[in-house]
């Protein structure tokens, strides 16, 4: 055993100075680098997290305008329909329906039928005249 260089303390060994010791080594967190890399990983994390949360909130929101949209357009093509309807159910459409397309007539009425120029009819001379019924 040495003596320190110090005077005033006694029996102090220098452990540079003496062989098969070891120097412990002492924590010291600010020169430690490990809570550096898990506040960077817990923050690579976070970061993560919320882009992926972003993400998904984005695809939804794009979901629920095209739906909304989808919406509306069903609604339009729902009151074209409703309107539609409401027009073939009228007596009126019926009325001209049974004259155009199935040649029918009112009591009393004379049906007219158009001739076309150097065609021949089936209807022969009554489609000239008209037929009363």
Do not use: C, W
Not at 32 to 52: D, E, G, N, Q, R
């Amino acid at each position: 055993m040495t003596g320190s260089p110090n005077p005033g303390l006694k029996n102090v060994v220098n452990i540079k100075d003496e062989p098969g010791i070891r120097r412990r080594r002492v924590f010291r967190p600010g020169s430690s680098k490990l809570p550096l890399l898990i506040v960077a990983l817990l923050l690579m994390y976070i970061s993560f997290s919320l882009v992926t949360r972003f993400d998904q909130l984005y695809s939804m929101q794009r979901d629920l305008d095209a739906m909304q949209k989808e919406i509306a357009e069903m609604r339009d093509k729902n009151q074209g329909l409703q309107k539609q309807l409401e027009r073939l159910q009228s007596d009126a459409y019926v009325e001209q329906v049974a004259r155009e397309k199935l040649g029918l007539v009112k009591p009393g009425e004379a049906r007219i039928v158009p001739v076309q120029p150097g065609g021949s009819n089936a209807q022969g001379s009554n489609a000239v005249h008209g037929v009363r019924d």
